[in-house]
């Protein structure tokens, strides 16, 4: 397909998102309402005392793509599962929403010894779930234990580094095998927070995933599957007067289209990751607000490793390189974001290695090193993408186009939620494109994830590499800081060299809603903060 074909059918989509937009009930256009740059953010509101006479809405209705899968924090993989579970269950440390150090969530305060091995958490007093059951000291070594052990546990290496658990009400120590640099940031991962063994106990594992209790601002009220998860305030939550809002509803629009429609209709109020072809129409209506927010968020296309001849490192350079990454970030973020070579966000500081050495786009040398690869005739790749999504569909049908000049002829195939997590889980695929938030202020989560192969298949690449999984674990214990930044960065260029995880862009995080909502803050970390969310009526 050649080029300016392309631009036409994008073009063609762009406008016709447009239109579904428009086509709701009319409103008087104003200018944007962000004028700053996309990458600013907002700061969180500080939850004042509404003015005499105010009124704020009971309910707040916040529409996302897909549903949950199950609302365990031990299972959980997906923002699906994570942006909800996220306000029923609590750990003993978070990151801060504005400095991103890492502070007290359900700890008071915290102790490490002098050799590194041991971690003491005193705890706020009396805290309890949602059903007003006390927190004991055998949920806490339940609960990091399960983390750590359980096969169910989608992210065991934010436990692994972990010996003993011993708990009271009042105390938290933990004792870990050997000094681990990034033990503290671990523990602010979804899948190391307090639940209720006695709950768990009484209702067994399957139905734990579908009935969760945790110490949260929010508890479940009501789950109709693939249409909605309705949560209401917990009301022995630890802090005082939070949340603000009674009801927080995630109701499931698996449309793009449709999302923005109901956003202007007033059938939701907040609207999850805006794709970036609607964001200037949705600023045309005075009834909506666009918010932008920094992020830790890079989208990637993931190449099976076991599938031929992506098994060949040549073909898999050779597709990293007929990848026009500028032309990705431009048409699909349209200056929300930019193209991206290492694995790891810029966001995340030093972490971050700017001096990549990285194949640069040529189409041409793509051709000619698949020629030396044995392809001279070039290969044929399918690609899996989440269909509803705009983001990936068309992000889908450019890197058709792109790799069709390089003799790479694609096949894209549009799955619902469903099948392509069961596709690229059982490793069926041959490329996919997922996307990747870090949790914390540390490259250990991202890393991990990807290098230690019984955590993910390497991210579902089916790339086996010891040495280099080795090398990580390494990195993960080394408590010298000059020298651990050191090993990321050469751990980030064996990944680009590698190209089994190609990243493509990275950008920020784009949400809409009512203009009567305040208090709408997402954190780099896609942390999405709703103590402080309110609406006014």
């Not at 789950?223 to 309705?230: D, G, L, N």
């Not at 069961?422 to 890393?447: C, K, N, R």
Request: negative net charge; proline residues 5%.
């Amino acid at each position: 397909m050649k080029k300016r074909n392309i631009y036409l059918i994008l073009t063609l989509l762009i406008v016709m998102s447009m239109l579904f937009v428009a086509c709701s009930p009319a409103e008087e256009p104003e200018e944007p309402a962000e004028g700053e740059e996309p990458a600013e953010g907002e700061e969180p509101a500080e939850g004042e005392e509404p003015a005499e006479g105010d009124e704020y809405a009971e309910e707040i209705v916040v529409g996302k793509l897909t549903d949950a899968a199950y609302l365990d924090p031990n299972q959980s993989v997906g923002i699906g599962e994570i942006i909800v579970t996220s306000q029923i269950y609590e750990g003993l440390v978070a990151p801060n929403p504005d400095t991103r150090e890492i502070e007290p969530q359900l700890a008071e305060d915290w102790e490490i010894s002098d050799d590194a091995l041991v971690y003491t958490f005193n705890l706020k007093p009396n805290l309890k779930f949602s059903d007003g059951s006390p927190v004991t000291g055998e949920d806490w070594e339940w609960s990091l234990y399960r983390a750590r052990d359980a096969e169910t546990s989608g992210y065991r290496f934010a436990a692994e580094p972990i010996d003993t658990v011993e708990a009271t009400e009042d105390q938290v120590v933990i004792t870990l095998k050997e000094p681990s640099a990034s033990f503290l940031g671990n523990l602010c991962m979804f899948n190391l927070t307090v639940g209720s063994k006695s709950h768990w106990d009484a209702v067994g594992e399957e139905q734990y995933a579908m009935e969760p209790l945790g110490t949260g601002p929010y508890m479940l009220k009501e789950w109709a599957r693939e249409e909605y998860i309705t949560l209401e305030r917990n009301p022995n939550y630890w802090e005082e007067g939070m949340p603000l809002t009674d009801i927080l509803q995630f109701k499931v629009v698996t449309d793009d289209n449709t999302r923005a429609l109901q956003l202007q209709a007033g059938e939701i109020d907040v609207m999850m990751d805006v794709p970036f072809s609607m964001i200037s129409q949705i600023e045309e209506d005075d009834s909506v607000e666009v918010h932008t927010f920094p992020s830790t968020q890079i989208r990637y296309m993931l190449l099976n490793t076991q599938k031929e001849p992506l098994d060949n490192v040549d073909v898999r350079r050779a597709i990293q390189m007929a990848i026009d990454k500028e032309e990705l970030a431009e048409i699909v973020t349209l200056g929300y974001g930019k193209p991206a070579h290492s694995i790891l966000s810029e966001t995340q500081g030093d972490w971050f290695y700017s001096d990549l050495e990285i194949d640069e786009y040529d189409p041409e040398a793509a051709k000619e090193l698949l020629a030396e690869a044995g392809y001279p005739d070039g290969i044929e790749l399918d690609i899996s993408v989440l269909s509803g999504s705009a983001v990936y569909e068309q992000l889908a049908i450019l890197l058709q186009s792109q790799l069709a000049d390089a003799g790479i002829d694609v096949t894209v195939n549009l799955l619902e939620r469903a099948a392509l997590l069961d596709e690229f889980q059982s490793l069926s695929h041959e490329a996919t494109i997922l996307q990747w938030v870090d949790d914390y202020p540390d490259p250990s989560g991202i890393m991990n994830w990807t290098l230690q192969y019984d955590q993910s298949d390497a991210w579902y690449t089916g790339l086996d590499d010891t040495d280099l999984e080795a090398f990580n674990e390494e990195a993960n214990l080394e408590l010298d800081l000059e020298k651990r930044v050191g090993m990321y960065h050469t751990i980030q260029q064996r990944i680009y060299d590698n190209a089994n995880v190609l990243p493509l862009f990275s950008n920020s995080f784009v949400w809409a809603s009512d203009e009567n909502v305040e208090g709408l803050y997402i954190s780099p970390f896609y942390v999405f903060h709703t103590k402080e969310l309110r609406m006014m009526k």
